[in-house]
């Protein structure tokens, strides 16, 4: 008997998001994701300065500021045909991979990882035995026997006290939870340890752009850093090696306990592997530049159509015709003024809500398209185009958890496994390993091309008359994200953000087809409709950008369970 449920506010995310799914013989039958909260940047945006349009956009997100604004500066730059100082792109590259380890590491633990680990199981855990799978899989120095059961007893304390602390909430005992005591409990250790290391990664964010959240040292032209290296005021290189030490210890952590976290889940969850592939058409623009003009980069961009990895098509340069011409956005299942589908630069943002009707407008995410297809964006997709173009530390790092999944797991695991639910963690750890060996690569063609008495860190923008139209584009932690602005005589007459979330949160569009977060449900099981677990796991695995509390309710609005999330 088919059955309608709800979840909303979906949490452990940042923003407003509703899931409902259609539930029939233990399985989801249909699926639609609501996005309840409306933007309006672009209408904030109109008129103004664009230099000032960075400062604005990275107050979209209290958890991206950092990504909106460097596609921002890089949006006006694309417009005005611009070239950015070698130190700014440095700079900003290094921002861009410490900001990426922050968020990848958060986004596993704080956010994801419960789905998956029972805090309450750990209680059972013998610590000598968790110790000695953690140190099977890793030379991390704190998985000693000490350490996890000091761990245990922080929880035993906890429970003693009757709560747990920032445990206290969670799907506990749910039947699809299958880890071993042992290993949740050494995934609560790392939980722990987690909020250490992220931190490291983000005071490199804050010693770069002054302040964190919402950066200050950002130009349209380059960055404000004025680099002195016998001023102890500017960046100099006490700061420059407090940044590496920073970085070391945060790539430490990653390499040694977050990839071999994933691999060890997704092998123990080894069942859960075919789950949520959804949209198969992927999408990933290439960053950190390593010239002036944007045309040579560390990371790879691309479009893979199908799930056929022998598709793919490489997206070059800020300039590529063949990502700037096939980005249109669709309202036909949205909640504004038509139900148009237009590029960017041609858009409109004029919100007209009615209601939440699954056959008709249910959402105000907009429904991204590239050649008129629903494209899944994010690490997977990154790391996917990375993997079949060759790109070295993308394929080393990918093959390496490949490897270490089948071991554990005790089947053959391939690169095709990574289209699911499971795949996404551990292209978000592969990609994390692989950006943070890229920050110190930048930080050392940094401190290189400061050593050859280059201390550029600024061209100063012209503003011609009449009309000019950019792209900035960014591969943020959570995907593609690309701002359009259309500029007239010095003043913002369009402006458009089409972000990672809207590419994977979107609805269906006029041809009726889903947008991945809907697709990726279809099939998922359910074992216990009154606590959907199976739904969260594949949503967080797309990390949505506000722990809440979730609120279940049947198809005819009757609450049927009420249950408290992290």
């Not at 038509?338 to 919100?351: A, R």
């Not at 990574?418 to 978000?428: F, K, P, V």
């Not at 950006?435 to 110190?440: D, S, Y």
């Not at 739904?535 to 506000?546: A, E, G, N, Q």
Request: proline share 6%.
């Amino acid at each position: 008997m088919s059955q309608r449920i709800t979840i909303d506010p979906i949490t452990r995310i940042e923003g407003h998001l509703r899931i409902d799914v259609e539930v029939d013989g233990g399985a989801v039958r249909d699926a639609w994701s609501v996005g309840t909260m409306w933007r309006g940047i672009e209408v904030i945006l109109k008129d103004r300065d664009p230099r000032d349009a960075w400062a604005f956009t990275q107050r979209i997100c209290g958890v991206c500021t950092t990504v909106h604004a460097i596609a921002s500066v890089r949006a006006v730059e694309n417009a005005l045909g611009m070239e950015v100082p070698l130190n700014a792109q440095y700079i900003r590259n290094l921002m861009i991979a410490a900001h990426t380890l922050q968020d990848h590491i958060v986004h596993f633990y704080q956010l994801s990882a419960l789905d998956w680990v029972d805090v309450t199981s750990a209680l059972k855990a013998d610590p000598a035995k968790a110790s000695a799978l953690a140190e099977s899989l890793s030379p991390w120095p704190r998985n000693s026997k000490e350490e996890m059961a000091a761990v245990k007893k922080r929880l035993e304390d906890f429970v003693k006290g009757g709560q747990l602390g920032i445990f206290t909430n969670g799907y506990w005992g749910h039947p699809a939870m299958k880890l071993p005591p042992e290993v949740n409990l050494l995934a609560v250790a790392h939980y722990l340890q987690a909020l250490e290391f992220q931190r490291k990664a983000g005071q490199v964010v804050t010693i770069l752009g002054s302040k964190s959240p919402n950066i200050q040292n950002l130009a349209v032209g380059g960055v404000a850093n004025a680099i002195n290296l016998n001023d102890e005021s500017t960046l100099n290189m006490n700061k420059l090696y407090h940044i590496k030490e920073l970085l070391t210890e945060a790539n430490r952590f990653v390499q040694q306990v977050y990839v071999p976290d994933v691999c060890a889940i997704a092998a123990l969850y080894k069942d859960w592997l075919p789950y949520g592939k959804g949209v198969t058409n992927y999408l990933a623009v290439p960053d950190l530049p390593l010239d002036t003009k944007g045309t040579k980069f560390d990371m790879p961009g691309g479009t893979i159509m199908g799930g056929d990895l022998g598709s793919v098509k490489p997206i070059t340069s800020f300039q590529d015709k063949y990502f700037m011409e096939n980005v249109t956005e669709s309202i036909a299942c949205s909640w504004y003024d038509g139900e148009w589908q237009k590029h960017p630069y041609e858009e409109d943002t004029v919100p007209k809500f009615t209601n939440i009707d699954p056959a008709k407008k249910y959402t105000w995410v907009k429904a991204p398209r590239f050649q008129g297809k629903p494209m899944q964006v994010g690490p997977l997709a990154q790391v996917l185009v990375g993997y079949v173009s060759g790109h070295e530390p993308t394929k080393r790092w990918a093959d390496a958890a490949l490897g270490t999944v089948s071991r554990i797991a005790g089947v053959k695991v391939t690169p095709a496994a990574l289209q699911s639910t499971l795949g996404r963690h551990a292209c978000r750890a592969v990609r994390c390993a692989v950006m943070g060996e890229l920050a110190m690569k930048q930080w050392g063609l940094l401190v290189e091309n400061i050593g050859k008495g280059d201390t550029a860190i600024f061209n100063e923008p012209k503003f011609p008359s009449g009309e000019q139209r950019g792209i900035g584009f960014h591969e943020a932690p959570r995907g593609t994200l690309s701002h359009w602005i259309v500029i007239k005589d010095g003043k913002i007459k369009n402006y458009q953000a089409v972000v990672p979330s809207t590419w994977n949160a979107g609805p269906r569009d006029r041809q009726g087809q889903k947008g991945p977060y809907e697709a990726s449900l279809i099939g998922n099981p359910i074992a216990d409709p009154k606590r959907p677990l199976e739904v969260l796991r594949t949503i967080h695995s797309f990390d949505p950008c506000l722990a809440c509390a979730i609120h279940t309710v049947d198809a005819g609005g009757r609450e049927i369970s009420r249950v408290k999330v992290l």
